[in-house]
């Protein structure tokens, strides 16, 4: 089955500086990679994704790249702000017929933004 | 208000108590998950159901079962609850398959002794 690994663990930056989280896959077969922000007592919440047939897509302050061929994809966070301070996390579903099967989560990176 | 909701938010039982946590969501979604969350392990998936009496397993199902009798509820049940089963569990929907926003409902902490 599908294993997915996130690097760092932990990170912390300054506030206004960039953060970058590295996650990578093992299934071929995946192309749908979204993110989830998930603060402190909170439940997961959508932040981006992107698709198999993209290899960059921008949000305000929160960029992805995937990169097929290696079978990495990154967040990337710019000007970050205490309010980014939260556990991120990567995921990749192989998807067949758009339904796919099962979900696959990375376990997560604490990012701590310091005033 | 669009949303999905579980029950209980908290609960704590002994082992072999049968229970049963609901979730249920209102946006007409297809596609219902269960994850559970253990510390360094992140969000792993039990079950999922991509439509009414459609169910398949996740990468950790063993000692659980759902159904999907109707299209807005799905229940997790554990017939035999075990210490190792004790963890945050989220249910989550979408509106069609994986490639859609999972919306999570807000967690139940489950504690077996």
């Known amino acids: 089955g599908e294993n997915v690994e996130q690097h760092p663990s932990t990170l912390s930056v300054q506030e206004g500086d960039s953060a970058v989280i590295k996650c990578t896959y093992s299934d071929s077969a995946s192309n749908y990679f979204p993110w989830y922000k998930q603060e402190l007592g909170k439940r997961p919440q959508l932040i981006i994704d992107i698709r198999s047939n993209v290899g960059e897509k921008k949000d305000q302050r929160i960029a992805v790249t995937l990169n097929k061929t290696a079978k990495h994809f990154s967040l990337h966070i710019t000007e970050t702000q205490p309010e980014d301070s939260a556990v991120y996390f990567c995921?990749?579903?192989?998807?067949?017929?758009?339904?796919?099967?099962?979900?696959?989560f990375g376990p997560g990176t604490r990012l701590s933004v310091l005033p | 208000e669009a949303q999905v909701t579980q029950n209980p938010r908290y609960l704590i039982t002994v082992t072999g108590k049968k229970l049963t946590v609901t979730c249920s969501q209102n946006?007409?979604?297809?596609?219902m998950s269960w994850y559970r969350q253990d510390p360094g392990l992140g969000l792993r998936q039990i079950y999922y159901s991509m439509n009414v009496e459609v169910t398949d397993k996740g990468d950790v199902p063993e000692g659980y079962k759902v159904s999907r009798k109707e299209k807005r509820n799905f229940p997790l049940i554990l017939e035999s609850p075990s210490p190792n089963q004790t963890s945050l569990y989220f249910c989550?929907?979408?509106?069609?398959?994986?490639?859609?926003?999972?919306?999570f409902g807000p967690g139940t902490r489950l504690t077996v002794l």
């Open positions: 989550a929907s979408s509106w069609a398959g994986l490639t859609d926003t999972q919306y």
């Open positions: 995921a990749t579903a192989p998807v067949r017929d758009n339904y796919g099967q099962n979900f696959v």
């Open positions: 946006m007409n979604h297809e596609y």
